[in-house]
């Protein structure tokens, strides 16, 4: 059986542990589902896909964008 490496976490993969947790950052600040994810892509679109950054921040926009929409409404 093979052992399992720090880059095989899936649940909790090292780019998400670097300083502070993004999901303690979250969590601690009370933000809603879209502002998290926001953060959430935003931080980690220069170390998860180094070869193609503009994904995650493509996520991220379009979290914005809802957020913004449901304020307005």
């Known amino acids: 059986m093979k ?3 720090k880059q095989d ?3 909790n993969p090292p ?3 670097k300083g502070i947790q993004v999901t303690d950052f979250i969590l ?3 933000l809603g589902w879209c ?3 926001i953060i959430k892509y935003i931080v980690r679109h220069k170390i998860k896909h180094e070869e193609n950054p503009i994904q995650d ?3 991220a926009k379009w979290y914005l964008e809802k957020l913004i929409e449901n304020l307005k409404t």
């Open 3 to 5: 052992k399992k490496t």
């Open 9 to 11: 976490d899936k649940i």
């Open 15 to 17: 780019y998400y542990k």
């Open 28 to 30: 601690s600040h009370d």
């Open 35 to 37: 502002e998290g994810n």
């Open 57 to 59: 921040l493509t996520k």
